[in-house]
């Protein structure tokens, strides 16, 4: 049973591009979140994806967007890339979208922007 | 709105000694606590959980934590250190909606 998996691993940009992220949850599972973690701080809550819908949201700008399909896999949208932006790019699924539930996270997408 | 404080960057013990991972948090309503590891260049992996009952959790490779609700506290445990535990510890609370707000983690160093 694959877990939870992200393409690509690794992204270079330069400022002003746009990124695309991709996230595949664990089998059975139809919640997926994403979080950014910067160099030497902890995951923080971008959105979160149930039933194709955003659920949630973290305090991050218009620029972060994202898209769940209807196999439960999702994307993350970035636009008018900051150098700030560069930071390790979490994926987390879940069975359920309660607060109860543990998260089953990906490797991440490492995103460098120059 | 909800937070989650870890007061030390790092923690350093001898192997075979008991190590504490210290962890506070600020959540409205009843708190779901959580606790992952991290290992270096990979995604976060799930230690143990506190959702209600026995106020002392066991969890994965021999880690438990205990709740306590006065000091609004979630604290680490394990009774005897190994090598293999050095890694990066989060500490999370979860809302009842779903979104997770984590610390800025702890290293933990356990030397031989």
């Known amino acids: 049973d694959a877990g939870v998996t992200q393409s690509p691993t690794h992204l270079i940009k330069t400022r002003g591009q746009q990124v695309t992220l991709r996230c595949s949850p664990k089998?059975?599972?139809?919640?997926v979140s994403w979080y950014q973690q910067a160099l030497g701080q902890g995951p923080q809550f971008i959105f979160q994806?149930?039933?194709?819908?955003?659920?949630q949201r973290g305090n991050f700008p218009d620029r972060f967007s994202g898209h769940q399909f209807p196999n439960y896999s999702s994307e993350l949208n970035v636009n008018a890339l900051l150098l700030g932006d560069s930071a390790l790019y979490l994926c987390?699924?879940?069975?359920?979208?309660?607060?109860?539930?543990?998260?089953?996270f990906g490797s991440g997408t490492q995103l460098s922007v120059l | 709105a909800q937070s989650v404080a870890q007061p030390e960057d790092q923690v350093n013990v001898a192997e075979g000694n008991p190590l504490t991972v210290k962890c506070t948090y600020s959540?409205?309503?009843?708190?779901?606590l959580f606790w992952y590891v991290q290992y270096p260049n990979r995604g976060l992996q799930f230690l143990l959980k506190?959702?209600?009952?026995?106020?002392l959790v066991k969890g994965s490779y021999g880690f438990e934590a205990e709740f306590n609700k006065s000091q609004t506290s979630f604290h680490l445990k394990k009774p005897s250190a190994l090598v293999s535990d050095s890694a990066l510890y989060f500490c999370?609370?979860?809302?009842?909606?779903?979104?997770?707000?984590f610390g800025d983690g702890t290293t933990l160093t356990v030397k031989p």
């Open positions: 506190y959702i209600t009952g026995d106020n």
């Open positions: 089998s059975g599972h139809d919640t």
């Open positions: 994806y149930y039933e194709e819908e955003e659920r």
């Open positions: 987390a699924s879940s069975p359920d979208r309660g607060g109860g539930e543990k998260l089953f």
């Open positions: 959540v409205s309503g009843n708190p779901y």
């Open positions: 999370a609370v979860r809302g009842w909606a779903g979104k997770s707000t």
